[in-house]
């Protein structure tokens, strides 16, 4: 074994020595391992016998020199029988170090220029057109849609940049759009009539117009919140209301002198408040007017007609036959203007201002049983039937039983003069405190379309019905009226061909 060991350390140029486990030294390259101490404490053939890599640097007693050892551990049958180690010169391994430095900075050299050479090259390929479009997409983002980016590549960051200067373009698009719809938005805005204000969800004031300073005398400012400048305590409730109940609000307003119709609603979006003011004073004088005209002529034409009626009784007592039947169409229409000025004069007194009226404890139940009374007559030469229906405790509401008689006796009239089969119910009930009067007939109905009109000044929707029977199309104004001044309700539910019910709450 100790050849072999000799002609392998001959060929390596190391020194070789084979190590019991026990630290004898069975062979070694250079020395007689007869000759050998014991090396079980050598520090490198202690790691090697504990089955790990061993190695140290020391001074070399037999050599006379620095050495560097490493030993192996050799195993057989699974445990360490033998420890291999390999020694060299330090001085050797140093040379083969240095060697090996200058073997290896020359290639790193070269990789290192490289890397430098390949970083330039993404810098001017890469990062300078990054960079370039971002400074481009800072001008953008300040409203410089004119800025583009200069880069001419087919790679990504080429595509990225042309996509960049087309999105500017439609971009700086829009804008002039917007701007152009602004501008248009603005003209429109400033130069109708009606004042208009948008305010955000949270009160403040986000656009107003230049009528909207004039009608209401308020200087808005964008930005501000409205109760900031709003002193008026109606607008202010009316915008309260909007936000609360999110639904349409429209109220008649009076500001300094000036009667205004202001409508307040929550814009689509559901983020806006709109208010818009409209000045009805000049529709109102207007309006005031017309029924002072109208109330006048009917002052002037009342005497005439009631003394031409009284002539035409005296000239029908001395007439034949035939210039009765003449007369008798002149008593007709003459009787029916009386109606209409009466009628008139009626409406003209109710829609004054503040009219005051004679409130006292009606009995309803009793008031039926006699405006019934004197309409059976009525309704029997029609051979309709003419039913009551009432509590048997009586009730009492506070009016002006002129007035409520009057809006009863236009009721069952108009069903009596409607209905040509069946007949007329009036029912009385009484319900959280008020009195419910129900006038139900049997007749031709309301068409649909008409029913939201009835209520209007002469609206007939069968003329030739209405003329025949006298009617003057005020009826259901008057009694609209008389609701109204006693703060109640009216409603009306009709079938064509079945009937109509009229609903009136007081
Ligand atoms: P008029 O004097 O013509 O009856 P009103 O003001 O009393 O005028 O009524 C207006 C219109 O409403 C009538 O012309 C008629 O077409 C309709 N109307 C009123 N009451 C009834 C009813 N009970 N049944 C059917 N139509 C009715």
Not at 109 to 136: G, N, Q
Not at 360 to 386: D, G, M, P, V
Request: net charge positive; glycine share 6%; with cysteine.
């Amino acid at each position: 074994m100790n050849k072999t060991v000799v002609k392998l350390g001959q060929l390596s140029g190391a020194r070789i020595t084979i190590i019991k486990n026990d630290g004898k030294v069975l062979a070694d390259s250079k020395e007689n391992p007869d000759e050998m101490e014991n090396h079980a404490k050598r520090p490198e053939v202690v790691k090697a016998i504990a089955g790990k890599v061993g190695s140290s640097v020391r001074y070399s007693s037999t050599l006379r020199k620095n050495m560097l050892y490493v030993a192996l551990p050799a195993e057989k049958s699974g445990g360490i029988s033998y420890v291999v180690r390999i020694s060299m010169f330090s001085q050797d391994v140093n040379k083969l170090l240095s060697s090996l430095t200058k073997v290896m900075i020359i290639p790193t050299m070269v990789l290192l220029l490289f890397a430098a050479i390949i970083s330039i090259l993404i810098a001017r390929t890469v990062s300078t057109p990054i960079k370039r479009l971002m400074i481009a997409s800072r001008a953008v983002s300040q409203g410089e849609f004119s800025h583009k980016v200069n880069i001419t590549g087919c790679d990504e960051v080429g595509e990225l940049a042309l996509h960049f200067n087309e999105m500017t373009e439609h971009l700086s698009d829009y804008v002039l759009e917007i701007s152009s719809q602004k501008d248009t938005l603005n003209a429109v805005v400033n130069n109708i009539s009606e004042g208009i204000i948008a305010l955000e969800i949270d009160g403040r004031v986000q656009l107003f117009n230049k009528a909207v300073i004039k009608l209401l005398g308020v200087e808005f400012v964008l930005g501000k919140f409205y109760w900031e400048m709003v002193r008026e305590p109606e607008i202010v409730t009316l915008i309260e209301k909007v936000i609360s109940t999110k639904k349409k609000i429209k109220n008649q307003i009076e500001i300094n002198d000036k009667q205004l119709i202001c409508t307040g609603v929550i814009s689509d979006s559901g983020d806006h408040i709109i208010i818009s003011v409209f000045d009805i004073t000049d529709i109102i004088e207007l309006s005031k007017i017309k029924k002072d005209f109208v109330t006048n002529a009917s002052h002037e034409l009342k005497t005439p007609l009631t003394s031409i009626n009284g002539f035409l009784d005296l000239a029908m007592e001395g007439c034949d036959c035939e210039t009765n039947k003449y007369l008798e169409v002149v008593k007709r229409n003459t009787q029916r203007l009386i109606n209409i000025v009466n009628d008139l004069l009626t409406l003209a007194e109710l829609e004054k201002k503040g009219l005051k009226f004679d409130s006292r404890e009606i009995n309803i139940n009793s008031l039926i049983q006699n405006i019934t009374a004197f309409l059976e007559i009525k309704a029997k030469e029609k051979n309709l039937y003419l039913k009551i229906k009432l509590p048997e405790e009586d009730i009492f509401i506070k009016g002006d039983e002129f007035k409520i008689e009057q809006l009863l006796v236009n009721l069952i009239d108009n069903a009596i003069k409607y209905t040509e089969s069946g007949g007329v119910t009036v029912t009385l009930k009484s319900k959280n405190g008020k009195a419910i009067i129900s006038v139900a007939d049997t007749g031709i109905g309301i068409a649909e379309k008409d029913i939201s009109r009835i209520f209007e000044r002469f609206y007939v929707s069968d003329k030739a019905r209405s003329r025949k029977s006298g009617g003057t199309g005020l009826g259901l104004s008057i009694v609209k009226h008389i609701v109204m001044i006693h703060d109640g309700k009216i409603s009306v539910k009709s079938k064509p061909d079945k009937g109509t019910e009229f609903i009136v709450v007081l």
